[in-house]
Every structure is written in structure tokens, then in C-alpha cells.
């Protein structure tokens, strides 16, 4: 049955197969949208063995959850997603639909907007419902200026930017049902993906690592990051960096933090050797915690720090690195 002011989560999984954790905090967001607009939240999940991750979703809330299983869906590829994500919209007729700012969903939102005639905001970091329109705000020039965007559209296709939303807690919601797609999953489209590279060492995505180390052209080279990775590891985080190590090909471009790399939200960031441009900071500006090591008391990474110290990183991290693990490993013990 058509539910024109409804929203429609289209949820992910990560490499693991579990539900995207972007995809929960959609489920947080999606309720309280839901609340301004009288409107019922449902989700789509479309992967190959994802039964168990559509479940996980039912029970952050949705009333409804339609799950697509294919190995024809194992992969993003919108020759075949885009397909039955527009059916189900035409069969549906949300009135919103969200999506992570991920790979897949910056790829997707504004071919989705087109197929299904609606519109679209991407990277969005707020929304809300101001009488008959939508506000979107997401952040533009570098992040320097937060945009605001009123639409009355419908269809509106928004992607949200990872870390904002938070997920329900367990039981917050009742659990909604799973029920199939309903639509073919076509048998063959104009791209294929032929082969998937994982980029070694990335054990955790850097945008799902509740910890990331990140390090900039003080590192000098492609051996401070092993250092780097260490600090990481007691963490339990990732390694991220600034663009010139990128360039300078000491770490791959999958680890670029900034704006014109990914964009990170973690419980804590540590940025090592980074002076804080404004194309580095969009990247990592919704950390919850900064930790700053820079050895130019006036560099701007300080300013929006939480804590720094201000030294060589070679005498400062090792220190820092073995004093945490130390605690950490104290801390367990208990
Ligand atoms: C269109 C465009 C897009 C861009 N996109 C991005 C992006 O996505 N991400 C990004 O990061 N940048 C991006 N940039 C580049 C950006 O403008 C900056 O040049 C870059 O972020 C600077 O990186 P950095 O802080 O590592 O280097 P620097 O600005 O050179 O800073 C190095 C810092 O290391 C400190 N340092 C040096 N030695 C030590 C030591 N031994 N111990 C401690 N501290 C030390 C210095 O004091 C300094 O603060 C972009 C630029 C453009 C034009």
C-alpha cells in the first residue's frame, strides 16, 4: 500500500555482512522525522545473505522492512539496485527517502531522484520538518559555511553524512517485520563490477573505526605511520591522514581524511602532525573528541582541539602510545 509521507530507509551492510552502523543511526534519524510528520518509517536491504542484517534492522524500528536477496546484489551496482529500488518507490511512494552519504548512496541518490522524478539533497548534517517543508543543512565551501535547503518536493532523496543520527537503543522501538522486495532482480546490467580489491591493512573501515589516528606531512615519510598504526592498534581504530602523505604515496588514498577524502565522525580523533586546513578539518570536524600533536604551538589544528600537545611527534608518541596501552591493559585487568 502507498505511504506518501512515509520515509524509506535504504539500509547497507558493512564488509562483514552486519548492518551498516550508518544504516542504524538512519533508523534514529528516521523516527524522529517520523514523529514531525506523522509518517510510518520502513527500510529496504538488498545484498546476498542478508536475512540476519534485515532482522538487526527490523529491530531498530521500521515497521516494515524489504529485503531484496540475490547474489546478483552481493556487489553495488546500479544497473541492478537502481531497478528495484525505483519499484519499490513507485509501489511505496515515500515521501523521503534516506540514504547513507556512503559509496553506494552518493552514487544512487541523484540517479534515484531522476528515475522516480523527485528531488535531492546529498551530505546532508541536519533535517527537519518546517510546516509543509523539509529543512536540510549540510556543510559547503570546505565545510567553512553550513547551507541551509528548504524543499517541498516529493519525492525527496537526501543522503546524511556518516555520524549524524544516533541509533535507537535496543527496544526503543517495536520491532518491525520483514517481508520480500517483491520486485525481479534483473538479470543483467550495462556495468560490471569484474573485480573488488580490499585494500590491505585496513582491518576497520576508517569510517566506522571508533578511533582514528591520523597523520600529516610532519610524519616525513611512509615509516612515522607504522608508529601511527601502533597507537592505532591499542585503540582499536584506524589509520587516517591529511593529503600530503596521500600525494606523497607513504599511505593509500582510501585513507584520506578531508573533504575531498572521507568523511570520518569518531569517538576520538588523534591527529598527529596536522596543521589544520579547512580541506582537512570538513573531514573530521564531527569528531567527538580531538586530540592534537603538533610541534607549532600556533597551528590551527589546536584551535579545535579538546586536548594537544605541542612537541615532535617522535619523542611524544611512543610515550603516549605505551602509557595508554598500559592503562588500557590495567583497565582490563580489573
Ligand atoms: C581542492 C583541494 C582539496 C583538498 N582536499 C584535502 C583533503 O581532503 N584532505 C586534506 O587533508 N587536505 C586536502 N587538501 C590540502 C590542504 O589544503 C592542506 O594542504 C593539507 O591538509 C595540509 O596537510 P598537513 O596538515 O598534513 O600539512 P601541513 O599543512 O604542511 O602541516 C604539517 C604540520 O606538521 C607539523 N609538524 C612538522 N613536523 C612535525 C613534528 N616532527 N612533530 C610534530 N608536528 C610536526 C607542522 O607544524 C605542521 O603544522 C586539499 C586542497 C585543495 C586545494
Not at 537502481?82 to 511512494?93: A, Q, R, Y
Request: hydrophobic letters at 40%.
Amino acid at each position: 500500500m502507498a505511504n506518501e509521507s512515509g520515509i524509506l530507509i535504504l539500509g547497507e551492510v558493512d564488509d562483514s555482512g552486519k548492518l551498516a552502523s550508518s544504516t542504524r543511526a538512519l533508523c534514529g534519524l528516521a523516527h524522529g522525522l517520523a514523529a514531525s510528520l506523522g509518517a510510518e518509517v520502513s527500510a529496504a536491504l538488498l545484498g546476498s545473505g542478508v536475512r540476519n542484517a534485515a532482522e538487526e534492522l527490523a529491530a531498530c524500528g521500521p515497521a516494515r522492512v524489504f529485503l531484496a536477496e540475490d547474489e546478483k546484489l552481493s556487489v553495488y551496482n546500479p544497473g541492478i539496485h537502481l531497478p528495484l529500488i525505483k519499484s519499490l518507490c513507485k509501489s511505496e511512494g515515500p515521501r523521503v527517502v534516506l540514504v547513507a552519504h556512503s559509496t553506494m548512496g552518493q552514487d544512487l541518490a541523484p540517479r534515484l531522484s531522476y528515475e522516480i522524478g523527485g528531488g535531492v539533497v546529498t551530505d546532508c548534517v541536519g533535517i527537519s520538518v518546517d510546516g509543509s517543508a523539509l529543512k536540510c543543512s549540510k556543510p559547503i565551501y570546505g565545510g567553512n559555511v553550513i547551507a541551509g535547503y528548504s524543499a517541498t518536493v516529493a519525492p525527496l532523496v537526501i543522503t546524511v553524512r556518516s555520524g549524524v543520527g544516533d541509533a535507537p537503543a535496543p527496544g526503543a522501538h517495536p520491532a518491525g517485520i520483514v517481508e520480500a522486495l517483491g520486485a525481479e532482480v534483473p538479470s543483467a546490467a550495462s556495468a560490471q563490477v569484474t573485480e573488488r580489491i580490499k585494500e590491505t591493512g585496513e582491518e576497520i573501515g576508517l569510517e566506522e573505526a571508533p578511533a582514528v589516528v591520523s597523520g600529516g606531512r610532519g610524519i616525513g615519510g611512509p615509516e612515522g605511520f607504522s608508529e601511527l598504526s601502533k597507537l592505532a592498534g591499542v585503540l582499536g581504530g584506524a589509520v587516517g591522514a591529511s593529503r600530503p602523505p596521500v600525494d606523497s604515496g607513504w599511505v593509500p588514498s582510501t585513507s584520506q581524511v578531508g573533504i575531498t577524502g572521507k568523511i570520518i565522525s569518531p569517538e576520538l580523533c588523534v591527529a598527529v602532525a596536522i596543521s589544520g586546513s579547512s580541506q582537512h578539518l570538513s573531514g573530521m570536524a564531527d569528531s567527538r573528541t580531538v586530540v592534537a600533536i603538533n610541534n607549532d604551538p600556533d597551528a590551527y589544528i589546536f584551535k579545535v582541539s579538546d586536548y594537544g600537545v605541542v612537541g615532535d611527534w617522535r619523542s611524544v608518541l611512543p610515550a603516549f602510545t605505551e602509557k595508554l596501552a598500559g592503562l588500557l591493559k590495567g583497565g582490563e585487568q580489573q
